[in-house]
């Protein structure tokens, strides 16, 4: 079974550029979720989806990151302006109802950014 | 805000040692997770536990979910050098079962 799938793996660019991150989740998973992990603060979840509707974006930390869900098999985080504190490793994760509180999520390897 | 406390935040330990770790929190939790995450990949779930007391193994790992709900401890026997890694626990936030909440983690090295 294919897992979730990210890309790009990794991504350097300068401070001022569009940063766009792309997501597939497991084919027959209700949810999505984009998390950043950094050492200081961790895993920090952003935002999620339930049906491709953002349910809770709470976390995104500022109007420059934002992210859409066009379909069940698609997902983008998109940062615009970015700048050298958005360097993180950036993961996608989903998961499917139906087990109760908290359903087991799988992550996908991740997306190392660097803002230069 | 809602938070999980992992400790230790490191652990350095010989090959063929026992590991234990443990997670608080604040609020009762309902449900514990605990994931791992290998250098360069994302977390992946170890052992999950619904119940109080409740005692789970998958294979060298043991995790138990504390009486009081408030906490939860990991524990590794024979440590074995693909144990390398950072073990997270997790919980559902309160009155959410979609949305979990992740410690800082413990970082597990193991000495040649």
């Known amino acids: 079974d294919a897992g979730v799938i990210q890309s790009p793996r990794h991504e350097v660019t300068e401070m001022g550029q569009e940063v766009t991150l792309r997501c597939k989740p497991i084919?027959?998973?209700?949810?999505l979720f984009w998390y950043r992990q950094t050492m200081m603060r961790g895993l920090e979840l952003l935002i999620y989806?339930?049906?491709?509707?953002?349910?809770?974006d709470s976390g995104m930390p500022e109007d420059r990151f934002s992210a859409k869900m066009p379909n069940a098999s698609f997902s983008t985080l998109k940062i615009q302006p970015s700048e050298p504190r958005d360097s993180a490793v950036y993961f996608c994760?989903?998961?499917?109802?139906?087990?109760?509180?908290?359903?087991?999520?799988?992550f996908g390897d991740g997306t190392r950014l660097s803002i230069l | 805000g809602q938070q999980l406390n992992q400790s230790p935040q490191s652990m350095f330990i010989q090959e063929g040692e026992d590991v234990s770790m443990n997670c608080t929190s604040s609020?009762?939790?309902?449900?514990w997770l605990w994931y791992k995450q290998d250098p360069g990949e994302g977390p992946v779930l170890l052992i999950a536990?619904?119940?109080?007391?409740e005692l789970t193994s998958n294979g060298r790992l043991t995790a138990q979910f504390g009486i009081t709900r408030k906490d939860s401890f990991l524990n590794i026997s024979a440590s074995i050098p693909s144990d390398v890694g950072i073990y997270f626990c997790?919980?559902?936030?309160?009155?959410?079962?979609?949305?979990?909440?992740f410690g800082k983690g413990t970082r597990l090295h193991i000495l040649p």
């Open positions: 084919s027959g998973h209700d949810y």
């Open positions: 536990l619904y119940k109080a007391g």
């Open positions: 997790a919980g559902p936030f309160p009155n959410r079962d979609d949305k979990i909440i």
């Open positions: 994760a989903s998961s499917s109802p139906g087990q109760g509180a908290g359903q087991p999520q799988h």
């Open positions: 609020s009762i939790f309902n449900t």
């Open positions: 989806f339930n049906n491709n509707v953002p349910i809770d």
